[in-house]
């Protein structure tokens, strides 16, 4: 993924303000900011560290952490959630000194993700204080950078294809067994067992035959179903009964991970469907790129299934 790109960072009223555009799908943003081994990773101005110690991300929950600076000296850090609207937005207050108000908006933008950041203070004064004293503005774009270059690490694989045939068709294509058995694995390989139960955690649970006998069995379990415009769901694999699977069971490398985002979107244009497919599988995994060639083949042959019924 390219690097994210900063828009505006300013101060204006008793505010701190940034946004900035990060070339990573909104789920994916929004894990950095909401899963504690995630936000370890990047979370305060270069050189800084931070360990966690609680992370409760609803409306009341906490999160405890300790920042460590260059110079070894180390900042408690208590935060406050009073609003979680997944995927969208955190609004939450700081403390213990100085204390603000914070809302960390997640808006998405073709696959990418605008993050706005507003900091609150009580006053001017206070938030002038701050900048000066603390670096905040400087602060809080060099934050935002060290979470481009960990989604950069984290980058996913997206891939977008139009269909000639509605987004109901193309959605009911992804979604009903029927269908899915006739085109859900890469080239030469075929599907000889599906079911779906569409619903937020429904188990989507498949078989996956290589040409030499091979089976692969897999599961996804879904986060969002939005007929006929959106699809998430976390994606494993598993054994015959459903269960999670370790990857090495398959093959798979060590680093690869155990439960892996995919979010499809269906999208209405000029009489057909734009379907992006969006699958947070790691640069760092050697399978990546053997995942990306996959799904490339499905989508192939997802056109020849349609085209086979005349939709495409």
């Not at 931070?50 to 991300?57: A, L, R």
């Not at 139960?197 to 089976?215: K, Y």
């Not at 986060?223 to 415009?229: F, H, Q, Y």
Request: hydrophobic content about 40%; glycine content about 8%; overall charge negative.
């Amino acid at each position: 993924m390219n690097t994210a790109t900063m828009d505006v960072t300013s101060m204006t009223g008793r505010e701190i303000t940034a946004v900035r555009l990060f070339d990573a799908p909104r789920e994916l943003v929004w894990k950095a900011w909401t899963d504690p081994e995630s936000i370890s990773r990047w979370w305060g101005p270069n050189g800084f560290t931070t360990t966690t110690s609680e992370m409760d991300v609803r409306p009341g929950g906490r999160w405890l952490h300790v920042m460590r600076g260059p110079d070894g000296r180390e900042y408690p850090n208590e935060i406050v959630y009073a609003e979680v609207v997944r995927p969208e937005r955190l609004v939450y207050d700081h403390g213990p000194a100085p204390r603000f108000h914070v809302t960390v908006t997640f808006e998405e933008q073709g696959g990418r993700t605008r993050v706005g950041v507003v900091m609150l203070f009580e006053s001017a004064a206070l938030r002038d204080k701050v900048a000066k004293e603390y670096g905040a503005v400087e602060g809080l774009q060099q934050t935002l950078a060290r979470l481009a270059d960990q989604l950069t690490s984290e980058a996913a694989i997206v891939l977008t294809r139009r269909f000639d045939a509605p987004p109901e068709t193309v959605f009911d294509a992804w979604t009903q067994p029927e269908h899915l058995m006739r085109w859900f694995a890469p080239k030469g390989f075929t599907t000889p067992f599906c079911t779906v139960d569409l619903r937020v955690g429904g188990l989507f649970h498949f078989c996956m035959r290589s040409p030499d006998g091979t089976e692969f069995w897999a599961r996804g379990v879904y986060r969002e179903v939005v007929r006929p415009e959106r699809l998430v769901y976390l994606d494993s694999f598993a054994d015959e009964q459903g269960n999670i699977a370790e990857p090495a069971r398959y093959g798979m490398s060590a680093a690869h991970p155990r439960e892996t985002l995919v979010t499809v979107t269906f999208h209405a244009e000029n009489g057909g469907t734009e379907v992006t497919l969006v699958h947070a599988v790691p640069a760092t995994v050697p399978e990546r790129s053997g995942a990306r060639q996959g799904w490339s083949e499905m989508f192939d042959r997802l056109g020849e299934e349609l085209g086979a019924r005349g939709l495409n």
